[in-house]
């Protein structure tokens, strides 16, 4: 691993412990683009994770086991359930106009910065 690649794992746990969220995204980003080569895997799931987050505030990484579901106090049963997409049904969201542009807009930048 390049010594760059190890200062900049530092520098993620650093801002994640400070509460740092733009850090922590900007250093991830500089961690996939560092490892693109080595190890591209790793690098498209931080580049993954990332979009996921950067896109609903990071409301879906709940599927990664970040945080738990949200609970009844009363009953202790959970108060959603966490289903995942199904890659046959592949349809886009339904969105009004102005938030589809804004949505593709955004994708198409992560994809810019992927290439």
Do not use: C, H, W
């Not at 993620?12 to 733009?22: C, K, M, S, T």
């Not at 709940?62 to 046959?88: E, F």
Request: glycine content about 4%; proline content about 6%.
């Amino acid at each position: 691993m390049k010594n760059s690649a190890k200062k900049l794992i530092v520098d993620l746990v650093q801002a994640g412990l400070i509460g740092e969220a733009r850090k922590v995204e900007l250093a991830a980003l500089s961690l996939a683009r560092s490892l693109k080569k080595e190890n591209p895997d790793i690098a498209s799931t931080i580049n993954e994770t990332i979009s996921t987050f950067s896109i609903n505030g990071g409301a879906t990484l709940r599927s990664y086991g970040a945080s738990p579901l949200p609970v009844d106090r009363d009953s202790q049963l959970d108060m959603a359930t966490l289903d995942k997409p199904d890659r046959a049904v592949d349809m886009p969201p339904i969105l009004p106009d102005f938030l589809n542009e804004r949505v593709y807009s955004f994708l198409d930048e992560r994809k810019k910065l992927e290439s």
